[in-house]
């Protein structure tokens, strides 16, 4: 019995260190586990924290995005009337263009007036000249004349002079 009872204390003690060894690596792995725990809290709270500062960052970037599009928006509704304005503005050019050839051929026809006119002017100037020179020449013959005239005239009144004294 001394010997059972030895046998059980053994057993009893061997099965207390194994029990020992198995709480020990319960242990460990209770604090490994701890440890991963702690660990992968904190890396879940960095990871968090990453999220919200991201999902942040899309918010702005959402907002920069709508903005970017109204400013598209807004550009292509410039381009639009800049595009509707050049269209205007050729279809005016076509006409300015068109309205500058007519005037062209009006000044060219004005000039070839205005030379002709300027011709006739010239000769009109030439012929007054030549009219005032016959003008004068009939006028100095017309004074000769008249004093031709008027010493007839005088010889005349003489004549009658003496006829009558007579």
């Given at each position: 019995?001394?010997d059972d009872s030895?046998?059980?204390?053994?057993?009893?003690?061997?099965?207390?260190?194994?029990?020992?060894?198995?709480?020990?690596?319960?242990?460990?792995?209770?604090?490994?586990?701890?440890?991963?725990?702690?660990?992968?809290?904190?890396?879940?709270?960095?990871?968090?924290?990453?999220?919200?500062?991201?999902?942040?960052?899309?918010?702005?970037?959402?907002?920069?995005?709508?903005?970017?599009?109204?400013?598209?928006?807004?550009?292509?509704?410039?381009?639009?009337?800049?595009?509707?304005?050049?269209?205007?503005?050729?279809?005016?050019?076509?006409?300015?263009?068109?309205?500058?050839?007519?005037?062209?051929?009006?000044?060219?026809?004005?000039?070839?007036?205005?030379?002709?006119?300027?011709?006739?002017?010239?000769?009109?100037?030439?012929?007054?000249?030549?009219?005032?020179?016959?003008?004068?020449?009939?006028?100095?013959?017309?004074?000769?004349?008249?004093?031709?005239?008027?010493?007839?005239?005088?010889?005349?009144?003489?004549?009658?002079?003496?006829?009558?004294?007579?």
């Open positions: 019995m001394a030895l046998k059980k204390q053994n057993d009893m003690v061997n099965m207390s260190a194994k029990q020992s060894e198995i709480n020990d690596g319960l242990e460990r792995q209770l604090k490994d586990a701890q440890f991963t725990r702690t660990d992968s809290e904190n890396k879940f709270e960095l990871l968090a924290q990453k999220l919200k500062i991201k999902e942040e960052e899309a918010g702005r970037s959402k907002e920069r995005l709508e903005g970017v599009e109204c400013k598209f928006m807004d550009i292509e509704d410039e381009l639009k009337l800049v595009g509707q304005n050049q269209q205007i503005l050729e279809v005016l050019e076509e006409k300015f263009l068109e309205r500058e050839e007519e005037l062209q051929k009006q000044i060219k026809e004005l000039i070839t007036k205005l030379g002709s006119a300027n011709a006739r002017s010239e000769n009109a100037e030439m012929d007054i000249g030549r009219l005032n020179i016959r003008f004068d020449k009939v006028e100095e013959d017309l004074i000769v004349e008249k004093t031709k005239i008027q010493k007839v005239s005088d010889e005349l009144n003489k004549c009658f002079d003496n006829m009558m004294g007579l």
